[in-house]
């Protein structure tokens, strides 16, 4: 099993910057694939950052791409997402996802089914 809390959200102006944090417990995060989705009032959860377990893969949905990163502390055991450039079409609650293995993993990080755990979320508005 894995636990994980995620803390760092509010509200910002747009251009503002703000970070994410997930800490994980019960298992240590150089083992496991790391992610973010987010959901917007009214819509599907999307997709937004996936770190592979070695963290030499990250990827990113195209709306963030320059925008956000994602990044880890090992021996915190937290993943983190950089916000930058904050859009209002940005605002949602952010939650954070994990699996210990995703068959195929290039071709299917960005699939929220193929999460086995996840975090309570965290708002994030962005005033225009």
């Known amino acids: 099993q894995v636990q994980l809390v995620e803390s760092g959200g509010g509200l910002v102006q747009a251009g503002g910057s703000l970070g994410l944090s997930c800490a994980a417990s019960?298992?240590?995060?150089?083992?496991?694939?790391m992610a973010w989705f987010r959901q917007a009032p009214g819509k599907e959860r999307e997709f937004v950052s996936a770190m592979s377990w070695s963290g030499g893969r990250t990827y990113y949905t195209d709306s963030v791409k320059g925008r956000f990163t994602i990044s880890r502390d090992n021996a915190k055991n937290t993943v983190y997402l950089e916000m930058n450039s904050l859009k209002p079409e940005d605002t949602a609650v952010y939650y954070c996802?994990?699996?210990?293995?995703?068959?195929?993993?290039?071709?299917?990080?960005?699939?929220?089914?193929?999460?086995?755990?996840w975090g309570q979320g965290t708002q994030v508005t962005v005033s225009s």
């Open positions: 996802a994990a699996v210990p293995i995703i068959p195929y993993f290039s071709a299917n990080y960005y699939k929220d089914e193929k999460y086995d755990y």
């Open positions: 019960g298992r240590t995060i150089s083992t496991i694939i």
